[in-house]
């Protein structure tokens, strides 16, 4: 079958679907036997513990593929990733980040760490993705996951990428679960499912003579067998070999029945038989059947003497008598032998029939053994571990493992499992007493948790929120911690994204006020910046750039990679320099705001930073519209759209298409630009974002005028000043008020004329009293060249002498747009 469909070009997707016992595991097992040996194998299965273990079934399947062994150092896997992918296909080449980052084996700098986490996911799938479908172009390849009913979330959205894909592949998909497991396949041309259903009377007979034969004295055990299992396969097995077991069967050449069919004594469910098949084996068999029980589905044999008793320092032999009574299975492994239970259901009955008290001493010795035997890999067994110590009772190992395996599902953009993993750690910590070090276990975990939430709801959340303040109060409880700064740092980002200005700047303050009492100028550095972006939006400029350009003064480039990763993804420095050019601008500086810019993009080029750049495109974009330089601002947004695109930027993506709407309608693109405008900021609203909404709607009201849509320019411009009245944003609301001024002169009145002067009058004289309290010297050139040119129909000199006062201030950018046209009115009403 499936030389055939590789041959043909044609994949399929395979369902084997049955209640527990009705024999998937034994037809996936039988299908294997028969796979042709040019056919490439790759396995994952799921267990029940799983579903928090992010990628484990992946994990499992890839190491497979890519023949890593648990000993391997992370040089050694980097290789082997990298040959074997080299040799498949050199345009595999850019898959590599995703693999090394999935595998934990990522050298640092990770060029995947600011890329957005969802982005991230979906490339690392598609990776795996690729390699499987190329991988099928060499040879028919059978890619075979079990049990899911028990998947993972990342290793769902795999399978559910795989089989979207495989139609026109030489990929066989064979896939097993238990009928409360759904999907979205069935609609697929290439999917067949085969379910099986308990045999019938005629079946199960022939399934019973197979085992015990068709003597005539059998027909009455047969009837009795059949009708206590339903027909359940797996059921039939363990009842006849409990039957065996207990001496009613025995076998000397032919099976005989060995008492009446009244002595019979059969369990009602298939545990109940196992549970009495376990009970009756020898004490020391039954205890190692148990501490494969603990260990988990597979069990190395360097695991299993490391486990079991002392006493027991040798047991294979025993291991041969738990196969030969058919309850567990030997299987090859890359580096040791393995030992694989037969049945779900035997491993959950056996870890039942343990007593509490021993089931959590062989939960402590598996998790020890496992910290001895891979000691140098412990990563590859965070959730093995977590899980050991969480039933052992050994709270601070558990806590230590939940918290480190939460971590490495972030890395892995498993965010979800984050959250499962982070959880649970948080409620063990509450049986812990209330202590210094609880606190510290805490303050941890609600860091990560906060980190996890933010990416899967972003930062508006309230479970964000949440959780940097709960984080806020512990670094309370707990008095001076270097926690703080990062925790405050965190809770300022919300403030600032939710555009909650007056919290962001109290919380920057507070940021500041431990920086300057701490010998650590990158603290003081990162208090600046955040200080100076949060007045930049308040509108408060001469501060701001007070603050701004302080914080480039104590640039140092051997520090600044650890400002990348812990703050924001961004590169402090160019944050400053960003910041500093729009503030520049506002001040009336629009040549070295240019210059502040562009010294942000030649930093982020240096340091081969994506994010940092992108973010210094998308300002550079802006600044360029403020200059009135179309085809410039265009360019740069571009840009910053193609970067962010690449990258998966998802927030910055958003924020340069709205860039990018303003460069089209500062170049006369109007209709383009409000589509672009639009987009951007629904994106940048769904995120949570609420922050420089004015400027986007300050450039929407400005498209609308252009086309003639007054009415919609008057809302969008009533809706930012409503914004900047609820926020505080009031960097952009000098222009507002001069745009609506703009929008009366262009209304069809039905008013007097002169009462439609007047009421632009009055707003240009807001947006000039405006700019002047900002000392935005750029703002209010646009606003006093606008009333200049109203008033001049009625008194040249006052128009005169009002636009030569703010003009004759300016020292340079004369070449601009804005210069330009005051230097022309100017000359207008010298005449």
């Known amino acids: ?262 002595q019979f004594r059969l369990p009602p469910t298939v545990q109940g038989v196992l549970a009495a098949r376990i009970d009756r084996l020898p004490g020391a068999h039954k205890e190692l059947l148990q501490t494969l029980a603990v260990i988990g589905r597979e069990s190395p044999l360097g695991l299993i003497r490391k486990v079991v008793s002392p006493a027991e320092l040798e047991p294979e032999r025993m291991l041969l008598d738990l196969q030969a009574g058919e309850f567990i299975n030997e299987q090859p492994a890359l580096t040791d032998v393995e030992y694989v239970f037969k049945h779900a259901l035997t491993q959950e009955v056996a870890y039942n029939s343990l007593l509490l008290d021993r089931r959590r001493l062989l939960h402590e010795r598996s998790g020890a053994a496992i910290e001895e035997i891979w ?12 899980r050991h110590y969480e039933r052992s009772g050994n709270t601070r190992k558990a806590l230590e493992y939940l918290r480190r395996a939460g971590r490495q599902a972030m890395a892995r953009s498993a965010h979800a499992e984050a959250v499962e993993l982070f959880t649970p750690a948080l409620e063990l910590l509450k049986t812990l007493p209330e202590t210094p070090e609880r606190i510290q276990h805490e303050l941890s975990l609600q860091l990560g948790l906060g980190t996890a939430l933010q990416c899967i709801k972003g930062w508006a959340a309230p479970e964000v929120d949440w959780a940097y303040a709960r984080a806020y109060e512990l670094c309370r409880q707990l008095g001076e911690t270097p926690r703080l700064f990062p925790v405050l740092f965190g809770l300022w980002g919300v403030s600032l994204l939710r555009a909650q200005l007056q919290t962001a700047r109290e919380q920057a303050q507070q940021l500041m006020s431990i920086a300057q009492n701490r010998p650590d100028a990158d603290l003081l550095l990162v208090a600046h910046v955040v200080l100076g972006q949060v007045l930049f939006f308040l509108g408060e400029f001469v501060p701001a750039r007070a603050h701004l350009q302080y914080a480039s003064s104590l640039y140092d480039p051997a520090r600044h990679r650890s400002l990348v990763a812990l703050y924001s993804g961004l590169d402090q420095v160019e944050v400053s320099l960003v910041y500093a050019a729009w503030t520049q601008w506002s001040l009336g500086y629009p040549d070295q705001a240019v210059d502040r810019v562009e010294q942000a993009r030649a930093l982020a080029e240096e340091l081969s930073h ?113 914004a900047s009245q609820r926020t505080g944003e009031c960097f952009f609301q000098a222009e507002l008020h001069r745009l609506r001024g703009d929008l009366l002169l262009k209304r069809d009145a039905q008013e007097s004329e002169s009462k439609v002067e007047g009421e632009a009058e009055v707003c240009f004289r807001q947006a000039i009293e405006i700019a002047r309290r900002q000392q935005a010297k750029s703002l209010e050139l646009r606003a006093t060249t606008s009333l200049a040119r109203l008033l001049a129909k009625r008194n040249h000199c006052e128009a005169h002498a009002m636009l030569a006062e703010i003009y004759n201030w300016f020292t340079e950018g004369f070449d601009t747009a804005d210069l330009k046209e005051a230097k022309a009115l100017l000359d207008e009403l010298s005449r």
């Open 375 to 386: 000691s140098g890999r412990l990563d590859d067994h965070l959730s093995e571990l977590a």
């Open 610 to 722: 994506p994010f940092s750049l992108c973010h210094a495109l998308y300002f550079l974009s802006a600044l360029h519209s403020f200059r009135r330089e179309g085809a410039a601002a265009l360019k740069f947004a571009d840009e910053s759209v193609r970067l962010a695109t690449d990258h998966g930027f998802q927030q910055l993506l958003a924020s340069a298409i709205c860039a990018r709407g303003g460069a089209k309608v500062e170049r006369g693109e109007a209709e383009e630009g409000i589509a672009q405008l639009r987009e951007g900021l629904a994106s940048l609203y769904a995120s949570g974002s609420g922050l420089a909404q004015t400027l986007v709607l300050g450039w929407q009201a400005a498209a609308y005028g252009r086309l003639g849509r007054l009415e919609e320019g008057f809302a969008a411009v009533a809706e930012a000043l409503a």
């Open 1 to 262: 079958m499936i030389t055939d469909i590789a041959i043909g070009g044609h994949g399929q997707l395979v369902a084997i679907v049955a209640e527990a016992g009705a024999g998937k595991s034994r037809l996936v097992y039988e299908f294997k036997r028969f796979i042709p040996h040019d056919c490439m194998l790759l396995e994952a299965y799921s267990v029940s513990h799983g579903k928090a273990s992010a990628y484990q079934p992946v994990l499992d399947l890839i190491h497979g593929y890519f023949g890593i062994a648990g000993v391997d150092e992370r040089h050694t896997r980097c290789a082997k990733v990298s040959t074997k992918l080299a040799a498949l296909d050199a345009t595999l080449a850019d898959t590599l980040p995703y693999l090394f980052t999935l595998l934990g084996i990522q050298e640092p700098p990770d060029p995947l760490a600011q890329m957005d986490p969802q982005v991230k996911r979906r490339r690392t799938l598609d990776a795996l993705k690729r390699i499987i479908l190329r991988e099928s172009l060499n040879q028919p390849t059978a890619v075979i996951f079990e049990d899911l009913h028990w998947i993972d979330g990342e290793t769902q959205a795999l399978l559910d990428l795989l089989a979207a894909s495989i139609a026109n592949s030489g990929v066989l998909l064979l896939v097993s679960y238990r009928p409360e497991y759904r999907h979205a396949w069935t609609n697929k041309s290439y999917y067949s499912q085969l379910r099986l259903e308990p045999l019938g009377k005629e079946h199960a007979t022939e399934m019973l003579s197979a085992l015990v034969g068709d003597g005539i004295e059998l027909e009455p055990l047969k009837r009795v067998v059949i009708e206590r299992t339903d027909g359940n396969p797996f059921f039939i097995e363990e009842l006849v070999q409990a039957l065996f077991d207990e001496g009613t069967l025995m076998r000397n050449g032919t099976v005989r029945v060995t008492r009446g069919l009244a």
